[in-house]
């Protein structure tokens, strides 16, 4: 069964480093999501990304993050100078279709295992 | 905002025993969804119920969702051991975001 993967499984970075985070989304999906959970808590929608751009982003989301697809297979989640309170658990998530619509949408997210972010 | 919430915080049961867990809701949704996490693992995607339906079901899951009240359930019948992890319910109004509740620890015990 097709499944989404992401790399590292945990990623150890000093505080102001750039991290990359890397995630293969399901080949025949068009939707492709980031959320984070920090320890304890809720699961927290970072962005969403669809035909080559952003389609939302969250209040987290904001100039130290980025996202690309620099190629036909690879999502990636970039924090130019990670701090701290970074530290979480980051998902990546894709789906076949959006949830944006005026009738009753379907939209079936599959998350991947997650990377372990830890800032020092 | 929407925002789901799960009860109880921790359930936990015998084996072979019925689990039920709620989640509730403030706005307008499109659909709901359940998901499972084992400790310290990724979301496991169970069940997606739509703002027109009241009931679903997956082998041993069944998914009620009352948009009246603004809330769901997910009932987990004959649990096992393995059952044990995190639930979470998602959910989904006009825009592409999930907004997850605080979920639910279901301990079940052998």
């Known amino acids: 069964e097709p499944e989404v993967t992401q790399t590292p499984s945990h990623q150890v970075t000093q505080m102001g480093q750039e991290v990359i985070l890397r995630c293969v989304p399901i080949?025949?999906?068009?939707?492709f999501y980031w959320y984070r959970q920090i320890l304890g808590q809720k699961v927290e929608f970072l962005v969403s990304?669809?035909?080559?751009?952003?389609?939302?982003k969250s209040e987290i989301f904001d100039d130290q993050f980025s996202v690309e697809r620099p190629d036909g297979s690879n999502f990636t989640l970039k924090i130019r100078s990670t701090k701290l309170e970074d530290s979480a658990m980051y998902f990546c998530?894709?789906?076949?279709?959006?949830?944006?619509?005026?009738?009753?949408?379907?939209?079936?997210?599959?998350f991947g295992p997650g990377t372990r972010l830890t800032v020092l | 905002s929407q925002q789901g919430e799960e009860d109880p915080q921790a359930l936990s049961i015998q084996e072979g025993e019925n689990a039920t867990m709620n989640c509730s809701y403030k706005?307008?949704?499109?659909?709901l969804q359940w998901y499972r996490q084992n400790s310290g693992r990724g979301l496991v995607h169970l069940i997606l119920?739509?703002?027109?339906?009241r009931e679903k079901h997956s082998g041993r899951l069944r998914v009620t969702l009352d948009t009246s009240k603004k809330s769901s359930s997910l009932l987990i019948t004959a649990s096992r051991a393995a059952d044990t992890a995190s639930y979470f319910c998602?959910?989904?109004?006009?825009?592409?975001?999930?907004?997850f509740g605080k979920g639910t620890k279901l301990t079940v015990n052998p």
């Open positions: 998530a894709s789906s076949e279709e959006g949830g944006g619509y005026t009738w009753v949408g379907y939209n079936e997210q599959f």
């Open positions: 080949s025949n999906h068009l939707y």
């Open positions: 990304f669809y035909n080559n751009e952003i389609s939302e």
């Open positions: 706005t307008s949704i499109n659909n």
């Open positions: 119920i739509r703002s027109n339906e």
């Open positions: 998602a959910s989904q109004g006009g825009s592409e975001k999930l907004v």
